[in-house]
């Protein structure tokens, strides 16, 4: 059978808007890292891949006579804390235009990266693209000239739209390039850097450990830092560390936004500023705040969300736990990635019932240990809330947006005759109608209070008849009568199979959780990764391992309300024992501490640094571990006055995964616009204060 296919505030000058939200798909930092991209949800893979609203995924790369005008090549030390290395790749640098080179290593092979450096030192061509359009190149030397730099990050690799339209990423910074050449005309020069190890800037040729010891963030700074003082020369900029010297803003989204805050951190001689668009800055080996997140944003009115949807979603994972009997007594524990057989966790007759409702692929799947695990964090990912866009075509996907799974939920999402319900989280609190939340607000992060929706008492909702019930708080709300309509699990199991665009009778749900393994276990690039064509999973579950975490856990009901079916699925040791058997890296001391050593070299939630701005969206699962408004108080040795200057943050209304830094449209909902211009702002004021120089 076929398988599942591959107004704003920031503590300054704030307006109050209403907004219906805006965002496109955009390539980010995928849940559940250990999975593949070809057993995830349409609108996840194509969020994943970087497929823009209106577009198929064929048709997400330009043509290659397109990347001639702005691709160009740079030499790079393997391992920038070899000096060899280094000097190695000093030793290119006498060419003034890096074009016509052809992705490549020179000095090492796949295997040479794994052994001791050889006495030439190792050396690699990284990718990156530029526009001068926006450039007025002369006088350089009369006034510093400014760098917007996009930062490349895990997933699929750059194309020429990066410096053209932005992108995924850097959307307001080829648009704020423009307008400072129309202004002064002197504007600002348009560069991006692809990531080592992801599309075609491949350092080795292979994915080996041996090679991927050299894929980590601090790599990644040094390629940053070596490409700045790169274009110095090849634009004959004025020299680092003068009064002159190049004014350089960083800007990306997800990861490359934890890039961008890191190098202006650890390099505030180099980079001016930088724009941290939802990024994770804390790092944490499990994330349960995602999934709290993803309940909150189905429970959002602002998105077509609903308390009515929400409870329904969490009746349907609680018949899901009744029919794996979970209540069981039985002593196994899921919490390894052996694949070992459960069956005699339960009921075999209910989870034959699941696999029939869910049409999962392969004979009695859930029999598999491994699988029920597999299959709950798939089930997780049908709520659209990161990749969430209301603009999305619901014709071609009925489950595309929060809206649409809701109205497949719930019927016609109108209301009247309403009346309160609790949030998600048990608290009755109004959320507000400001674009951005201010700083010191409360609710900019996972477990705020606020009112989540409302829905009809007595009239129904769409097509459902609906009777009064009391939950256990004796909150008031409605539940459909069962009796006459589809279960909440037979509505959720027809939302998965529209999230995963099941239209055939041999298309089935991957729960293999083998197979996820057998592909993130092969360690050589595609045969054409020269032409782009590598989508990143591998090394990103690599960077996971030693050093980010971010497993998506449900363990606890209180943490993970939305999902939870028992403590002995979706485990923390089942997201994270791939890591051993994949890279053979040791437990305790390199994959639990990960999270950690990188919280202490980079701060985390408490930056300590000045000229980062740290936007995130409402609805957005990253947002719990952002750097959001309601952080301000736990940065050390500062003032709120001192992190309102030097690390202001956003919290964009509605707004999903850094919905902002895609190129303006017409019709882009207010919040998105308005937080372009907070932004572009910001970097106007960091440009005008020239302080590249100062000490932190």
Request: with cysteine; glycine share 10%; hydrophobic share 35%.
């Amino acid at each position: 059978p076929r398988r599942g296919t591959r107004g704003v505030h920031t503590g300054r000058t704030l307006g109050v808007c209403f907004f219906v939200c805006f965002v496109c798909c955009v390539d980010a930092i995928p849940p559940h890292p250990h999975k593949r991209l070809g057993s995830r949800p349409t609108a996840l893979r194509s969020h994943l891949r970087g497929v823009r609203h209106g577009a198929t995924e064929s048709a997400a790369r330009p043509p290659q006579q397109d990347l001639a005008q702005h691709e160009r090549w740079i030499t790079q030390p393997l391992d920038h804390f070899h000096a060899a290395d280094v000097g190695a790749a000093s030793s290119f640098e006498g060419g003034k235009t890096g074009k016509g080179d052809a992705p490549g290593i020179r000095g090492l092979n796949a295997e040479s990266s794994s052994a001791a450096p050889p006495p030439g030192g190792r050396t690699w061509r990284q990718r990156w693209f530029v526009n001068d359009a926006y450039f007025d190149g002369t006088n350089n030397n009369t006034k510093n000239p400014v760098i917007f730099l996009c930062v490349g990050g895990e997933g699929p690799g750059f194309d020429s739209s990066v410096v053209v339209d932005g992108g995924a990423h850097c959307g307001v910074a080829v648009a704020h390039a423009k307008e400072l050449f129309e202004k002064n005309n002197r504007g600002a020069l348009l560069v991006a850097l692809e990531h080592r190890f992801y599309g075609s800037s491949q350092p080795t040729g292979d994915l080996s450990v041996g090679s991927l010891r050299f894929l980590t963030s601090t790599q990644a700074l040094g390629d940053l830092v070596r490409f700045i003082e790169h274009l110095v020369l090849v634009f004959e900029l004025p020299p680092v560390g003068g009064k002159t010297s190049p004014s350089v803003v960083a800007f990306g989204g997800s990861y490359p936004g934890m890039l961008a805050s890191f190098v202006r951190q650890k390099f505030p001689h180099l980079v001016l500023g930088a724009v941290a668009s939802s990024a994770p800055v804390q790092a944490s080996f499990a994330m349960p705040g995602y999934d709290f997140v993803v309940g909150e944003s189905l429970a959002d009115e602002s998105v077509g969300g609903s308390f009515a949807c929400f409870y329904l979603v969490r009746q349907a994972f609680d018949q899901i736990a009744r029919l794996l009997s979970l209540e069981s007594n039985q002593s196994e524990s899921l919490n390894d990635s052996s694949g070992s057989s459960a069956s005699s966790l339960g009921s075999q007759k209910g989870r034959r019932e699941l696999e029939k409702l869910f049409n999962t692929c392969g004979r009695n799947a859930l029999d598999v240990d491994a699988n029920v695990s597999e299959f709950l964090a798939s089930l997780t990912e049908v709520v659209p809330a990161q990749s969430n866009d209301p603009r999305c075509d619901a014709a071609k996907n009925p489950a595309c947006d929060i809206a649409a799974v809701c109205r497949m939920m719930i019927g016609d999402t109108k209301t009247s005759d309403s009346l309160p319900i609790r949030s998600v989280n048990g608290a009755n609190a109004d959320a507000g109608a400001s674009l951005v939340t201010p700083r010191n607000s409360n609710n900019g992060d996972a477990g705020h209070s606020r009112k989540v929706g409302r829905f009809s008492r007595g009239r129904g909702v769409g097509a459902w008849s609906l009777r009064e019930s009391i939950d256990k708080n004796g909150n008031r709300f409605t539940e459909p009568d069962e009796k006459n309509q589809p279960s909440a699990l037979d509505r959720f199991a027809a939302v998965t199979n529209a999230a995963f665009g099941f239209t055939e009778p041999s298309d089935c749900l991957d729960v293999d959780h083998s197979l996820n393994l057998a592909h993130m276990a092969d360690d050589r690039l595609p045969i054409d990764w020269p032409n782009n064509t590598y989508d990143g999973d591998r090394a990103w579950f690599w960077q996971t391992c030693v050093e980010f975490g971010f497993y998506q856990t449900c363990e606890d009901e209180k943490a993970c309300p939305l999902f939870f079916t028992s403590p002995k699925f979706m485990t923390l040791n089942f997201f994270a024992q791939p890591c051993v058997a994949l890279f053979g890296l040791d437990f305790e001391t390199v994959v639990k501490t990960a999270a950690f050593r990188s919280n202490a070299l980079y701060g985390g939630w408490c930056p300590a640094s000045s000229h980062v701005l740290y936007p995130s969206g409402s609805v957005d699962p990253w947002r719990a571990n952002s750097f959001t408004p309601n952080r301000v108080h736990e940065v050390p040795h500062k003032s709120k006055k001192q992190v309102d200057s030097d690390t202001p943050s956003l919290m964009v209304k509605g707004a999903s995964h850094h919905a902002w830094t895609h190129p303006a449209r017409p019709g882009d909902q207010e919040s998105v616009v308005l937080a372009r211009e907070v932004i572009k702002r910001t970097v106007d004021e960091w440009l005008a204060r020239g302080e590249g120089n100062e000490e932190l």
